[in-house]
């Protein structure tokens, strides 16, 4: 009972006569671990509409709300023990691993039957590609880190304007001068850095790049050399030191903030700065509490090698064990939520139904990042934005200027967890030991890293 770009509702009419008077059983069982978390209660009453709305358009299903929250450590077992949701949130640096394992099924042949191929971001493809061309997932939403920013900590330390928009920091320089600005004037914090886990280095790879580094080259015979020790690296961890020793403007203990606790930093005038993402206003605002007008961004500050943004997203994957009526099954659902190009009652009515979602629960409405090229789907997109904006643009546009500019780039290539991992060892000896050798550290973590690389390096023939 496959779905084209027709929409659903022709198709309900088609499953009715299918079906015939008589109710049925649902034959077709869909996973859904995209479900939101328990403590995500209004996104979970969105999902729950989207539910009774799949009774009426696909009766032959049962969607079963399965939340999961990807882990490298826990997805493989997962895969083998066959307990896989039909679909799954991941992220972008692991769509070409798990479709090197075998891990997750091939859908191209339904996203082709729909029409989504060719609406789908060619860079998004490209990364949900395997090397002959076929396609094991579609985008949920793409992302660049910027700065979040506290905009009271900024206004009590006279770093707005006439106003009241934050005097955003351009430069790295900068930015560690407001932060000692800001600290100095309120007592809070200028940054919260993360130093915790795989985050840290996440975060730390922008910085780097703000240096001119380059952390990891893939070479013409599919293996790959770290960088970790390369000049440019080194100074941007003696850099990140010096926010320790020198300006002395992070949190108290930078190694136990993770991704989840700097938006409580800033959302509760611990912190005025976090580097974060433009799909993730949500937590400080609706999840901690933060006011709609107290949260600005702002580009990622530049370098000596420029200013870049790291960019990613999230893309919705499906279990290697699901059929192919079970993907359809699940492609519905996310047609219904508004996650594809299709412009349809349907779609229309889960983009309204997600932007109503964000106003009501105190979240900032801004724009998205384009998963989607299909200019008819990016204005229905624009107009459910559009006519539930509840923040002041000025807040953001510096944020969005800079991502629309030249300066996005995609996360290292290789082991890419293994190596934020690395780089968080990093992080954590240089903010707890002022003595630190950052050389020396960088040095070790390269060797690992490259140990890594090579123990995954695919066998000579």
Same mark, same amino acid.
């Given at each position: ?139 949920? =939403? ?7 920013? @506290? ?5 009590? #330390?006279? %770093? *707005?304007? $006439? +106003? ?32 915790? =886990? ?7 790879? @922008? ?5 001119? #580094?380059? %952390? *990891?080259? $893939? +070479? ?32 108290? =203990? ?208």
């Amino acid at each position: 009972m496959k779905r084209r770009v027709a929409g659903l509702l022709g198709a309900t009419l088609a499953a009715s006569m299918m079906l015939g008077v008589a109710a049925q059983a649902a034959d077709i069982t869909v996973n859904l671990g995209i479900w939101p978390e328990d403590t995500l209660t209004d996104e979970i009453t969105m999902h729950e509409g989207f539910l009774e709305k799949m009774k009426e358009l696909r009766p032959d299903v049962e969607y079963v709300p399965a939340y999961y929250k990807y882990s490298t450590d826990t997805f493989m077992p997962m895969v083998e023990a066959s307990t896989v949701p039909t679909v799954f949130e991941s992220w972008f640096t692991e769509p070409q691993k798990l479709i090197k394992q075998g891990a997750v099924a091939d859908i191209t042949d339904q996203l082709e039957e729909r029409g989504w191929l060719d609406a789908m971001n060619p860079a998004i493809r490209e990364l949900l590609s395997d090397e002959n061309g076929r396609i094991y997932g579609t985008p949920r =939403d793409g992302y660049a880190l910027g700065l979040m920013v @506290n905009v009271d900590l900024f206004k009590q #330390a006279g %770093l *707005v304007d $006439e +106003n009241g928009v934050p005097k955003f920091p351009q430069t790295w320089d900068e930015l560690a001068e407001d932060a000692k600005a800001i600290k100095e004037a309120t007592g809070a914090a200028g940054l919260c850095l993360l130093a915790k =886990d795989n985050a840290g280095g996440w975060h730390f790879s @922008n910085i780097a790049w703000a240096f001119g #580094a380059t %952390l *990891v080259t $893939e +070479n013409e015979d599919g293996t790959f050399t770290a960088n970790l020790a390369s000049d440019e690296a080194i100074a941007a961890m003696e850099y990140v030191k010096s926010l320790k020793w020198e300006y002395d403007v992070l949190t108290a =203990d930078p190694t136990s903030e993770d991704w989840g606790t700097g938006f409580t930093q800033i959302a509760t005038d611990n912190a005025a700065m976090y580097i974060a993402a433009n799909d993730a206003v949500n937590q400080p605002t609706a999840g901690n509490g933060m006011a709609l007008e107290n949260l600005a961004m702002c580009a990622i500050p530049a370098g000596p090698g420029g200013q870049y943004s790291l960019s990613g997203g999230t893309p919705y994957m499906f279990s290697k064990d699901a059929t192919p009526e079970e993907i359809d099954a699940a492609l519905d659902y996310l047609e219904v939520m508004g996650k594809c190009p299709v412009v349809s009652d349907e779609t229309v009515s889960g983009l309204e139904a997600d932007a109503q979602m964000r106003k009501d629960a105190g979240i900032p409405v801004i724009q998205k990042f384009p998963c989607w090229i299909n200019e008819d789907f990016l204005a229905a997109e624009e107009k459910s934005i559009e006519e539930n904006a509840n923040v002041d643009p000025a807040l953001y546009q510096p944020y969005f200027d800079a991502v629309s500019a030249d300066g996005l780039r995609t996360e290292e290539p290789g082991q890419t967890q293994d190596m934020y991992a690395e780089l968080t060892k990093v992080l954590q000896a240089v903010l707890t030991d002022e003595s630190a050798d950052v050389a020396s550290l960088m040095q070790t973590a390269n060797e690992n890293y490259q140990t890594i690389l090579d123990n995954a390096a695919p066998a000579a023939e």
